[in-house]
Structure formats: C-alpha cells, structure tokens
C-alpha cells in the first residue's frame, strides 16, 4: 500500500521588497517643503518660546524704563504689529508641514496595509502547509500502527489457582 502525500505548492514571494516611507517621502521633498517643516520645528519648540520671551520682555523693559529713547511706547502698538506679522506668517506655513505630514501618513497607512495583505497571504500558505503536514503525520503514524504485529507474552499462562 504506497499512499503519495500531497503538499501544497512552495509559496512564492513576488513583492516588491519592503522600503521605508519614510526615505521614500524625504527623497521627494521639496525646497518649501523642507523650509516648512524647518520653521514648523524652530516655532514649536521651547528654545523658540523662550528667546521670543525673552526678547519681548527686554523690549518691554526698554520702552518702560526709558533707558534708551522710546520707539515703541506703552501700549507697544510696533511690537503687536510685529507679533502679528510672524503669526500671519508661520501659521500658513506650519499648516504646510501638517498637510504634508498628512499625506505622509496615508502613505504610511497604504503601506501598512499592503505589508498587512502579504502577511495574510503568507500565514494562510503556511497554515495550509502545516495542514497538509498534520494529514502526512496522521497517515503514518496509522501506517506504523497498522504493520505492528500485536504483541504476545512468552510466558506460559498459569490455570487455575
């Protein structure tokens, strides 16, 4: 009795290798765009928070003490204006960074999908194959039992008591 096994074809890995994102997305950045994430990092940091505190405090204390001639007197009509230049313009800007972190992210999440996809794919080949495995291990070890012959004890059984 010759049983032939049948095993599932070997899985084949055709994909593309798997490549960072994000290599990917900075290969293709450009000038504004890295102009854009730089300012978005330099205005959302605590240096940043600290130097224009520190500035805005000095121009206060001048324009208040008079130590120098008044540029800008109480209540700071010039320095308003500049702190609403710079927010008129790193707003926009910081909103570029975030749109294009955005898109960074669908890309991220398109290729954790299809990693995900190929992962399914593979765990269903090796599930198969180790089903196929289990029906090989069955069918021999039902072959083993089935050559044994049953065992007899030698000894001389004893009747009677």
Do not use: C
């Not at 992962?119 to 090989?136: P, S």
């Amino acid at each position: 009795m010759v049983n032939h096994f049948r095993f599932p074809v070997p899985f084949r890995h055709d994909h593309p290798p798997v490549r960072n994102v994000n290599e990917m997305v900075e290969e293709r950045l450009t000038l504004g765009q890295r102009a854009s994430d730089r300012v978005a990092t330099v205005v959302g940091s605590w240096p940043f928070i600290i130097v224009q505190s520190v500035l805005l405090m000095a121009w206060a204390a001048v324009n208040v003490t008079a130590w120098v001639r008044h540029w800008d007197p109480y209540p700071f009509i010039l320095m308003n204006l500049f702190l609403s230049l710079q927010a008129a313009y790193t707003a926009p800007v910081i909103m570029m960074s975030q749109n294009r972190q955005a898109m960074q992210d669908r890309i991220e999440a398109h290729n954790d999908f299809l990693i995900n996809q190929k992962a399914e794919e593979e765990i269903r080949a090796i599930l198969e194959h180790l089903a196929a495995q289990d029906e090989a291990l069955i069918h021999l070890h039902e072959t083993i039992a089935s050559l044994r012959e049953p065992v007899t004890d030698p000894r001389p059984t004893v009747q009677g008591g």
